[in-house]
């Protein structure tokens, strides 16, 4: 890598643990060792430590914090909600989800499918928001849960997803939502919203990863993914990951003291860098809804450049982002999230991902800027095109000027 600069514009991925947060960490890693289920004064600690990191998550994300229960990740999370939801109500084997869901959802929703669970897949709109009218139909009598995500980690565009909870209620089926890209970045209130579960994850809030929490509303059913010891009230087996749970603390006290004014600025920064790319570069433009979205996140499609590529180049360059394709088995596959908007597999494989967060600088934006437009350039000029490069507007309309 040149200059040794990292210019991290990938936070969606995961963000870098908070020095305060590495800080909480650092005594129940060191002396603080004890087990929390152990009876002693030693093992306490631990207790009070996990339990102080459950008022603080259920704080950030307005729950009791006995609604909170802390998982091994944010998959973790949205599996056990899932699980629970049809392991409660036996007679129910029908599930609804929506196309753009994270492989956390996708994933074990498919394996649901082949052991004979029916699920709907919610089709999305090209700008990636949910029609409502496609969820109402899809209820029917034996729907054990909907689960939506609240943010889409690819476009940031956001699900409303109170208004698919009411739907739910209204019909009497559990409501799960995928809220792992959304604290401190939006306001975030799990009551207001009305869903039953919730599924979040430490390493997008500056913690690390390997630590995540559920939501379960109080009085709502449960039933453990995870069987084995009583820990978490019986709500999942296992020992808990006591130094990763007190920096979720940590963090979740951080996030809630000030991440939303930060993430004002990161808006800024974010709407900077979009603006600069779509006027800077011809044939650029932006994957999903404009304002229905997260703060942090831009989606861009650059027309006739592979993002593998684009991606490969910025490395070189110390600029970390992601593309709207992923590689299995040597195979570029199109993003699912991009596909299900209409997007064509070319577009969605031109297509790059730009996640900002609290750390990023004004000077992170000005390397990006400069090296972006000569890459794009660079890997056109080697490609072979059959598509001219689409021109911006502004060149379009000059030209249609006789
Ligand atoms: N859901 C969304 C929307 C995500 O972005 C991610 C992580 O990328 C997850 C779930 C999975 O979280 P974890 O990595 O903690 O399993």
């Known amino acids: 890598m040149s200059a040794e600069r990292l210019c991290y514009l990938d936070n969606n991925a995961t963000t870098r643990i908070a020095p305060e947060v590495f800080a909480a960490m650092e005594p129940f890693l060191r002396e603080q060792w004890g087990n929390p289920s152990s009876s002693y004064r030693f093992g306490r600690a631990a207790h009070d430590a996990i339990e102080q990191a459950r008022g603080a998550v259920g704080a950030l994300i307005g729950a009791e914090a006995r609604e909170v229960v802390f998982t091994s990740c944010g998959t973790e999370a949205t599996n056990a909600a899932i699980h629970s939801a049809l392991a409660t109500q036996p007679g129910k084997r029908h599930v609804v989800t929506t196309r753009v869901e994270h492989s956390a959802t996708l994933k074990y929703c498919q394996k649901l499918e082949k052991q004979g669970v029916e699920v709907t897949w919610l089709p999305v709109e090209p700008d990636g928001t949910l029609d409502l009218g496609e969820l109402q139909t899809a209820l029917r009598d034996d729907t054990a849960i909907v689960s939506v995500m609240l943010a889409n980690n690819e476009?940031?565009?956001?699900?409303?997803?109170?208004?698919?909870?009411?739907?739910?209620?209204?019909?009497?089926?559990?409501?799960?939502?995928?809220?792992?890209?959304?604290?401190?970045?939006?306001?975030?209130?799990?009551?207001?919203?009305?869903?039953?579960?919730?599924?979040f994850s430490a390493h997008k809030l500056y913690a690390p990863k390997g630590v995540g929490a559920?939501?379960?509303?109080?009085?709502?059913?449960?039933?453990?993914?995870?069987?084995g010891g009583s820990q978490e009230a019986g709500r999942r087996g296992g020992t808990e990951n006591v130094p990763y749970i007190a920096?979720?603390?940590?963090?979740?006290?951080?996030?809630?003291?000030?991440?939303?004014?930060?993430?004002?600025?990161?808006?800024?920064?974010?709407?900077?860098?979009?603006?600069?790319?779509?006027?800077?570069?011809?044939?650029?433009?932006?994957?999903?809804?404009?304002?229905?979205?997260?703060?942090?996140?831009t989606n861009i499609a650059f027309d006739g450049v592979e993002a593998e590529g684009l991606l490969l180049m910025l490395d070189q360059v110390g600029i970390c982002a992601s593309g709207g394709s992923a590689c299995t088995t040597g195979q570029v596959t199109p993003s699912h999230v991009l596909t299900a908007m209409g997007l064509s597999a070319a577009r969605a494989k031109s297509s790059v991902r730009f996640?900002?967060?609290?750390?990023?600088?004004?000077?992170?934006?000005?390397?990006?800027?400069?090296?972006?437009?000569?890459?794009?350039?660079?890997?056109?000029?080697?490609?072979?095109?059959?598509?001219?490069?689409?021109?911006p507007a502004r060149e379009e309309a000059a030209a249609a000027v006789p």
Do not use: M, W
């Open 214 to 227: 559920l939501y379960v509303r109080r009085g709502t059913r449960f039933e453990p993914l995870l069987v």
């Open 355 to 391: 996640s900002l967060g609290i750390y990023n600088t004004a000077a992170d934006l000005d390397h990006a800027l400069a090296h972006l437009p000569r890459i794009v350039q660079r890997l056109r000029d080697l490609a072979p095109r059959d598509e001219p490069v689409r021109r």
């Open 247 to 297: 920096g979720f603390g940590r963090a979740a006290e951080q996030a809630a003291g000030g991440h939303l004014a930060a993430y004002q600025e990161v808006k800024q920064l974010r709407d900077r860098l979009e603006t600069e790319i779509l006027r800077r570069i011809p044939g650029t433009s932006l994957n999903g809804h404009r304002t229905e979205r997260l703060p942090n996140t």
């Open 155 to 199: 476009t940031g565009v956001l699900f409303p997803v109170d208004d698919i909870a009411a739907v739910c209620r209204a019909h009497g089926v559990l409501c799960h939502t995928d809220a792992v890209q959304t604290p401190g970045k939006i306001p975030l209130d799990v009551r207001a919203l009305g869903v039953d579960f919730a599924s």
